[in-house]
């Protein structure tokens, strides 16, 4: 279990990257391959940033931009994409077996994705938008969608004006807490209470951090992820 009271790592206070940083940190993705393994199965295409390039570095800003568009259907798939896309990289790996999967559930994904897109918008409850998309014992309830990229999809449905309060989670982050708040961090399955327990410990880092007196303004929560994704 994470332990929620831990305090902010010295290591990580003087690491904050910056709100400017956050939103400028991005990957490679390839979207000329994902716009072809859409079309081959009949999904939506891309748009936006990833609609009429082939491949470039898609950041944060790019995919909170795509959180902050109205809350329908289509929307959702698009959010789903970017997120995915963000969070898979360059490689983007098994890939098709990811969108057979979608497509093979797509009408169930559509229903799932709005709701936790609405739930990361309405609801005080991290647990609550969490479950929607991940089961009690951390499966994902849309396949090949797992939790790491549940929490994806809720940090970035919040848009990038709300402090956030859903974080990304993925195997990296875990791992490098694990001499601080989580030692006995898994790296691949996180139930709904766990991750809330997370978001909380962050949230926490974050208040820490912005009542430092080396640190002269608010830090945002998702400042402290990233910090920890970069621990060496």
């Known amino acids: 279990m994470i332990i929620e009271d831990a305090r902010l790592p010295q290591d990580i206070l003087h690491a904050l990257p910056g709100s400017n940083a956050v939103m400028k940190h991005g990957v490679d ?4 391959r994902w716009r072809a393994e859409l079309s081959k199965r009949g999904l939506p295409t891309l748009t ?4 009429n390039i082939d491949r470039t570095s898609l950041t944060r800003r790019d995919v909170f931009e795509v959180g902050d568009r109205e809350r329908t259907p289509d929307n959702a798939f698009q959010l789903f994409y970017y997120s995915l896309a963000w969070g898979l990289g360059i490689k983007a790996p098994r890939l098709h077996h990811r969108l057979d999967n979608f497509a093979t559930h797509r009408e169930e ?3 799932l994705l709005v709701s936790a897109w609405n739930a990361a918008r309405d609801s005080d409850s991290v647990k609550d938008a969490f479950i929607i998309l991940t089961t009690e014992d951390g499966a994902g309830r849309i396949p090949w969608f797992g939790p790491a990229f549940s929490t994806k ?3 970035f449905a919040q848009g990038a004006a709300a402090a956030p309060k859903h974080l990304s989670l993925d195997r990296f982050v875990a791992a490098n807490l694990d001499r601080d708040a989580w030692p006995d961090a ?3 399955v996180w139930v709904p ?3 809330e327990q997370y978001c909380t410990l962050l949230a926490g880092w974050a208040d820490e951090a ?6 002269d303004r608010d830090v945002r929560a998702d400042e ?3 910090a920890i994704t970069r621990r060496a």
């Open 193 to 195: 209470e766990v991750y």
């Open 109 to 111: 994904a559509s229903e």
């Open 186 to 188: 898994t790296t691949d």
């Open 29 to 32: 993705v390839d979207a000329a």
């Open 48 to 51: 936006g940033t990833l609609g």
């Open 153 to 155: 999809f809720l940090y």
């Open 224 to 226: 402290i992820e990233l």
């Open 210 to 215: 912005s009542g430092d007196s080396s640190v």
